[in-house]
């Protein structure tokens, strides 16, 4: 391998079920839900290995604490758990989780749910777009690196369009 801090990584794809690379945790802040939203993406949140989702929250949380923001809603992946959600990020009205029973309407928890899939095609975006599929770098540093750049790229074309 050229990359000594790549690990493997463990998915549900029957085509490739292990992956080598760094798992990163992206965090979208919108200010609203409604389809077709965009936001600003904060630092990616990663760890040396293959972590499970609840172990970047720390630091994701962090991030969220450090700009003083309070998200009023959180739309998470099914691989987050209750508990460190609501240790590690500010309160929020409502928090849903997909594959969990969350508390709310029905139609607040289907809007938020619209929300999380249209962030996958997000990732997509990030992955095909801005080269967060493969970093080019070497090392932990060297992916947390091309990913700053890939984010702040992003981050740019968002606020170009805002701006027009």
């Avoid at 309407?105 to 249209?118: C, E, I, Y």
Wanted: charged share 25%.
């Amino acid at each position: 391998m050229s990359d000594p801090d790549a690990r493997p990584i463990r998915k549900g794809k029957l085509r490739q079920p292990t992956e080598f690379g760094t798992v990163m945790q992206i965090t979208e802040l919108c200010e609203n839900t409604r389809k077709g939203a965009r936001g600003l993406i904060l630092p990616a949140s990663t760890k040396i290995g293959s972590p499970n989702e609840h172990e970047l929250l720390a630091t994701t949380g962090k991030h969220l604490d450090e700009l003083a923001l309070r998200p009023r809603d959180l739309a998470l992946d099914g691989g987050f758990a209750p508990g460190p959600v609501t240790e590690h990020l500010p309160p929020a009205e409502r928090t849903f989780i997909s594959g969990r029973q969350s508390a709310g309407s029905k139609k607040t928890n289907r809007r938020l749910a619209k929300f999380r899939v249209g962030c996958e095609g997000r990732i997509s975006h990030l992955k095909r777009r801005y080269g967060l599929r493969r970093s080019r770098l070497k090392g932990h540093a060297g992916a947390r690196t091309w990913a700053a750049w890939a984010i702040l790229a992003y981050n740019l074309g968002t606020l170009a369009i805002r701006g027009a």
